[in-house]
């Protein structure tokens, strides 16, 4: 379908005017030299723009970062070592929020709200904050109420029930569940819950669990049914799809 195709149906009232937009977005993108921007992805998906810092430039990361801006409300930043600087760049742009255990940035326009569904966090160790960070700054660009609890994991297990108590008690529509070693509390979680949980491993732990393969295994492996697993240290990747499922269930909600 090209957009001749687009704009024939919505005069011959095949397509509403949304999803002519929705349409019209999978070919606009905006290129400034050192990349190929797609502008419209938000629109599209509901997804924000996300910039991967690591090996870009301060000038690089200000170039892209401002040119987003000028067409979106928002864009996050992760894993910058120049992500300081840079966010005092942005601050000519955009409000922004500065991570305290990660490299990330959210930079935004407009007021975010937390209206799009409720997102439960939990880390198994106090060491996994800074990926499960990442994840809380796309939960937050994406509208989603955030219940937090960290450092509960299997090592003294009883810390995990206050929080899981008040995650159930908000009738929470995803857990999104962080942990390294032996990546054993995302199945536990997922076990006692009737809500999805997606476990995100983390390259925390001692010798062969220090890169996360271990607790990549374990959540892999795993026989509890209702469990996902994203990548090592996915902190990003999980928050989209928490959110992506919230705002699903919120559309249910709101009819």
């Known amino acids: 379908m ?19 937009e929705k349409l019209l977005s999978l070919f606009s993108v905006e290129n400034i030299e050192i990349a190929t921007l797609d502008i419209n ?25 401002s040119s987003v801006l000028k067409s979106n409300n928002k864009v996050i930043i992760s894993r910058s070592e120049e992500y300081l600087k840079l966010s005092e760049y942005l601050k000519e742009y955009a409000n922004v929020k500065v991570g305290k255990y990660s490299n990330t940035i959210l930079a935004y326009k407009n007021e975010l709200k937390d209206d799009e569904g409720i997102v439960g966090v939990i880390t198994a160790g106090t060491s996994d904050l800074k990926v499960s960070e ?37 009738d929470a529509d995803v857990i999104i569940v962080f942990a390294g070693m032996e990546g054993a509390l995302p199945s536990l979680i997922a076990s006692l819950v009737d809500i999805p949980v997606i476990g995100i491993p983390t390259s925390v732990g001692y010798g062969f669990g220090s890169n996360g393969y271990a607790a990549l295994a374990s959540m892999l492996q795993s026989c509890t049914l209702g469990l996902a697993v994203m990548n090592i240290d996915n902190g990003i990747g999980a928050g989209a799809l928490a959110a992506m499922i919230t705002k699903r269930v919120s559309r249910f909600r709101k009819v």
């Not at 660009?141 to 995990?160: F, P, T």
């Open 41 to 65: 992805r938000e629109k599209r998906r509901g997804i924000p723009e996300v910039i991967y810092g690591a090996n870009k430039s301060l000038e690089e990361l200000k170039k892209i970062a």
């Open 2 to 20: 090209n957009v001749r195709d687009i704009l024939n149906g919505l005069k011959e009232d095949k397509f509403s005017i949304d999803e002519a």
């Open 134 to 170: 990442e994840a809380e700054f796309m939960l937050e660009a994406m509208n989603c109420k955030i219940i937090k609890g960290y450092d509960v994991g299997i090592a003294g297990i009883h810390r995990l029930f206050p929080i899981l108590k008040r995650i159930i008690e908000n």
